[in-house]
Nanobody, 123 residues
Framework: QVQLVESGGGLVQPGGSLRLSCAAS????????MGWYRQAPGKQRELVAS??????????DSVKGRITISRGNARNTVYTVYLQMNSLKPEDTAVYYC??????????????WGQGTQVTVSS
């Protein structure tokens, strides 16, 4: 069983910063890519940023220059991904979901989602 546990959401003023973390646990052999998606009320879930096993990153145009995705470097954080969000805007308000794609483990291969963490940008 693979689980994704997210943390770091909350309320922040416009222009502020937040750092989200997502740790994948379970019987994992490898993960092709990890990423963050978000879903605002009344809108479809959209990709915010992703990072592949080789370290390649991809960002939504709306967050480029403000948001950075990274992976843990230590042995116990190799399946942890971070989302550093700076210069936050009210339109960044959404539930943020962590995704792990192409997870190979004892149960075969699949994609997994976290439970979501609320980010609210408001004065």
């Amino acid at each position: 069983q693979v689980q994704l546990v997210e943390s770091g959401g909350g309320l922040v003023q416009p222009g502020g910063s937040l750092r989200l973390s997502c740790a994948a646990s379970g019987s994992i052999f490898s993960i092709n890519a990890m990423g963050w998606y978000r879903q605002a009320p009344g809108k479809q879930r959209e990709l915010v940023a992703s990072i592949t096993r080789s370290g390649s990153t991809n960002y939504a145009d709306s967050v480029k220059g403000r948001i950075t995705i990274s992976r843990g470097n230590a042995r116990n954080t190799v399946y942890t991904v971070y989302l550093q969000m700076n210069s936050l805007k009210p339109e960044d308000t959404a539930v943020y979901y962590c995704n792990a794609a192409g997870v190979r483990g004892t149960n075969g291969q699949g994609d997994y989602w976290g439970q979501g963490t609320q980010v609210t940008v408001s004065s």
